[in-house]
């Protein structure tokens, strides 16, 4: 039975380690790794500023911000780091004030997810904003990106978050379906014929 446990442990351990073999990795994107660590302060540095913000929607940001930026440069409307920064002590001043937005200070990754909005913002300006766009899905379709399964799979240009697998029991145990079979009471589940 340890033995059993043990191997279950191991197993459950080796999902979460990382993603693709790369321990503390939340996503690769064409070999370029976003750290859980980066992930986590990026969530932290931004909650403040964006109070809903998750941390599938820093990763999705993070993610897309090279592709976006990209395109937005070959068109002519590529932010720089110094507007990026403009824009996020805007929100910083309207969250919490114009002194503590004077305080703040800003990592290169909450940069980054300045640079993306702007960028995403600037695409709707350019001559043929269909084109960008398509250029901008193209390149991220062409990219190689894994997510790390603990913070959700990679769809429709975002992050969405993880599901339970099924055979996970949910809290308060199995609910009896129309045929009376499972159980009720949360004990564990019924035997299976």
């Not at 990209?70 to 929100?91: I, K, M, W």
């Amino acid at each position: 039975m340890r033995v059993q446990v043990l191997a279950t442990a191991l197993a459950g351990g080796a999902l979460l380690a990382g993603c693709a073999g790369q321990p503390g990795a939340a996503a690769l994107v064409d070999g370029r790794e976003i750290s859980t660590a980066r992930l986590a302060a990026a969530t932290d540095e931004l909650t403040p500023l964006f109070p809903e913000v998750s941390a599938q929607e820093v990763l999705g940001v993070l993610v897309l911000e090279p592709f976006v930026r990209e395109v937005a440069q070959d068109n002519g409307v590529g932010p720089s780091d110094e507007e990026a920064r403009e824009l996020l002590e805007g929100v910083a001043a309207q969250q919490l004030g114009e002194e503590a937005a004077a305080e703040l200070e800003l990592s290169e990754t909450a940069l980054a997810v300045g640079r993306y909005s702007l960028a995403a913002s600037g695409l709707q300006e350019v001559a043929d904003p269909e084109g960008a766009i398509a250029d901008f899905q193209a390149r991220v379709e062409d990219a190689d990106i894994e997510i790390n399964p603990r913070f959700g799979s990679f769809v429709d240009l975002g992050v969405v978050a993880p599901t339970a697998p099924e055979w996970v029991v949910p809290a308060g145990g199995l609910v009896a379906d129309e045929g009376g079979e499972g159980s009720t009471d949360g004990s564990s589940p019924a035997p299976t014929p």
